[in-house]
């Protein structure tokens, strides 16, 4: 069984960045895509960005594109989020997912096969 662990997670101002991982452990771990995903406060959870684990093709959402950056080590399983510029509205909790099966489509929770616990991320004013 495959388990997710996000870290990186914590307080920073406006402006500033942080970088978040996401480290696969379990049987052998050979996703289709892995993405994030978070979720704010009263908020449905909504798609941050994804990416195709054999190419690489990443996808952003609107919101994130051109600030955040989805990234992955194969060697060592794990995919990470850099996030710059940061602002008040990325406050959320933010959440690793895989993509264990096929899936056309990588930017819906219902794409996702197993989820991590989530990691807080707190953008102050």
């Known amino acids: 069984q495959v388990q997710l662990a996000e870290s990186g997670g914590g307080l920073v101002q406006t402006g500033g960045s942080l970088r978040l991982s996401c480290a696969a452990s379990g049987r052998t771990f050979s996703p289709r895509a892995m993405g994030w995903f978070r979720q704010a406060p009263g908020k449905e959870r909504e798609f941050v960005a994804s990416i195709r684990w054999a190419n690489g093709l990443t996808y952003y959402s609107n919101a994130v594109r051109g600030r955040f950056t989805i990234s992955r080590d194969d060697a060592e399983n794990t995919l990470f989020l850099q996030m710059n510029s940061l602002k008040p509205e990325d406050t959320a909790v933010y959440f690793c997912?895989?993509?264990?099966?096929?899936?056309?489509?990588?930017?819906?929770?219902?794409?996702?096969?197993?989820w991590g616990q989530g990691t807080q991320v707190t953008v102050s004013s």
């Open positions: 997912a895989a993509v264990l099966g096929v899936s056309a489509t990588v930017q819906f929770e219902s794409d996702y096969d197993t």
